[in-house]
């Protein structure tokens, strides 16, 4: 059954103004671009776009969870990250203890599950304990699952999965033979995920910059020039309007 809700002229609503029901992806992955140019535009040092950009994410997770998408997938560190001045990098990591205490309580009300992918363990001791609590407060949650891409890059994944899987066959544990599609991709952090079905990224570039190389093989793409700062429930349900119409083929035709 499908339901059409109307559009309702007011800042609460403005989600309703396209079918809820349909062809909603499972699984949306956002590239989080344009904080440093936000602020740039504005006269502002780069950390300011950052911390604007810690409320856009919330702004999505809403719309996320109101169009009842499954997994939400957030690239907010990547391991490329690190080449970047060293008082931005230190900014950086205290966002997630940040975002959290002020958004965890509305997060654990909304049954919002949080989760990461990436190199956890050379994540500073201070983020790594913030997220720890976020994890396993909210372990048990069943709705969105919020999953942050921190200290993540795909060609290290993927290089990763390719030792460990070696190592398994060494021990007898799996044998070369058996590998396929599906065994290789429980070596990803993506273990248990199904694949994205869209992909997101903001202001403008039009590029993976090594995030989910694997997982976005069949993935459809939205690009947007607004900012990240200026990311709000309006402009995400556009992409979901968007990814409504397209025929997906997974390289069929
Ligand atoms: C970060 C804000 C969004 C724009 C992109 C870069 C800056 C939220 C988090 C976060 C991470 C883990 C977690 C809770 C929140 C975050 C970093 C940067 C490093 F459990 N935003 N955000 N982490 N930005």
Redesign the pocket.
């Known amino acids: 059954m499908s339901m059409k809700i109307p559009f309702i002229k007011s800042k609460q609503a403005v989600n309703a103004d396209f079918d809820v029901t349909e062809n909603i992806p499972d699984h949306v992955a956002i590239i989080?671009d344009g904080?440093g140019r936000w602020a740039e535009k504005r006269g502002l040092p780069r950390i300011a776009g950052?911390?604007e950009?810690?409320k856009?994410?919330m702004n999505v997770v809403r719309a996320a969870n109101h169009a009842h998408v499954k997994v939400l997938t957030?690239?907010?560190?990547s391991t490329e990250n690190w080449n970047r001045p060293k008082p931005e990098i230190d900014f950086?990591?205290k966002?997630?203890k940040e975002?959290?205490h002020i958004y965890l309580p509305e997060l654990m009300e909304n049954n919002v599950k949080?989760d990461?992918i990436g190199d956890f363990a050379a994540l500073p001791a201070h983020?790594q304990k913030?997220?720890k609590y976020?994890?396993d407060k909210t372990k048990d949650n069943d709705g969105l699952l919020l999953n942050?891409a921190?200290n993540y890059g795909s060609r290290y994944e993927i290089m990763q999965a390719i030792k460990q899987i070696m190592d398994d066959v060494d021990c007898n544990k799996v044998s070369v033979d058996a590998i396929d599609e599906d065994i290789f991709s429980e070596y990803l952090y993506t273990n248990g995920l199904s694949d994205p079905d869209l992909l997101i990224r903001t202001s403008g570039e039009k590029r993976l910059s090594n995030f989910l190389l694997w997982q976005l093989a069949y993935s459809e793409f939205w690009f947007t020039d607004v900012l990240?700062?200026d990311m709000d429930e309006k402009v995400f349900n556009e992409a979901l309007k968007d990814y409504q119409n397209r025929k997906r083929r997974y390289g069929g035709i």
Do not use: C, D
């Open positions: 989080m904080n950052h911390k950009g810690v856009a994410v957030l690239y907010a560190f950086l990591m966002l997630p975002f959290l949080i990461t983020t913030a997220v976020a994890k942050f921190l990240w700062p």
